[in-house]
């Protein structure tokens, strides 16, 4: 009977299911957007539409974290994996807002690139989450998380080149710094994504 009462300590995994698929969705709709930059503010907007549902989604949890006497691990784990996954969403929007605030002009490549490495990430890193209720079966996850950390040293590599272009192209001061500020967004939202990947692996690694 007590056992009936309690709340479904599950319904945090359903929470993680749900942010990772917003931040897929957000990574692929950036992605749309460099590879076909037109209707730019109705393709940002999109974004940030996804991004308020990935907030809902967060608050919603956070709230549970506070409320619920169970839960499936440590209270401070669930807390920093909602952030996390929830930062990657965020540094998508902003960089999608910075494409229309700062009116930048054709995008380069090395953009398309490097949108091309955080959509597959991101697609980890929600396969990664997915797994982890299974988390006694540790070898998926863990092997999820390493692909995870070998997409962000490559996205990492893209960023160093791409930066290290854009300063030697002869572009005026002024786009230089829009550019290397966007670069800098999609590279932390990979990193953000090995964050995640690292708070799985600890989980995994203390309960399994």
């Known amino acids: 009977m007590l056992e009936k009462l309690m709340p479904r300590s599950d319904e945090f995994f359903d929470d993680f299911d749900a942010q990772a698929d917003a931040t897929v969705r957000g990574a692929k709709l950036l992605l749309a957007l460099f590879e076909d930059f037109t209707d730019v503010e ?44 929830d930062d990657v969403l965020d540094l998508t929007d902003a960089t999608a807002e910075r494409l229309l605030l700062y009116e930048v002009g054709p995008v380069p490549q090395a953009a398309k690139d ?38 962000e040293s490559a996205a990492d590599a ?4 791409a930066i290290a272009a854009l300063f030697k192209s002869g572009a005026d001061a002024l786009s230089i710094i829009k550019w290397k500020e966007i670069y800098d967004l999609m590279e932390t939202a990979t990193d953000r994504c090995e964050d995640v990947a690292d708070v799985i692996e600890g989980v995994v690694l203390e309960h399994a």
Do not use: W, Y
Not at 55 to 80: G, M, Y
Not at 158 to 161: A, F, P, S, V
């Open 42 to 85: 109705r393709k940002v907007a999109a974004i940030k539409e996804v991004e308020h549902e990935g907030d809902d989604i967060a608050h919603r949890a956070f709230e549970r974290l506070h409320k619920q006497f169970i839960t499936p691990f440590d209270r401070a784990e669930i807390h920093r994996l909602l952030g996390r996954i």
């Open 114 to 151: 490097m949108a091309r490495v955080l959509v597959p990430t991101c697609e980890k890193m929600q396969e990664a989450v997915r797994l982890m209720r299974k988390i006694k079966n540790p070898s998926q996850i863990l092997a999820a998380c390493r692909e995870i950390k070998g997409l």
């Open 158 to 161: 893209l960023g160093r080149g």
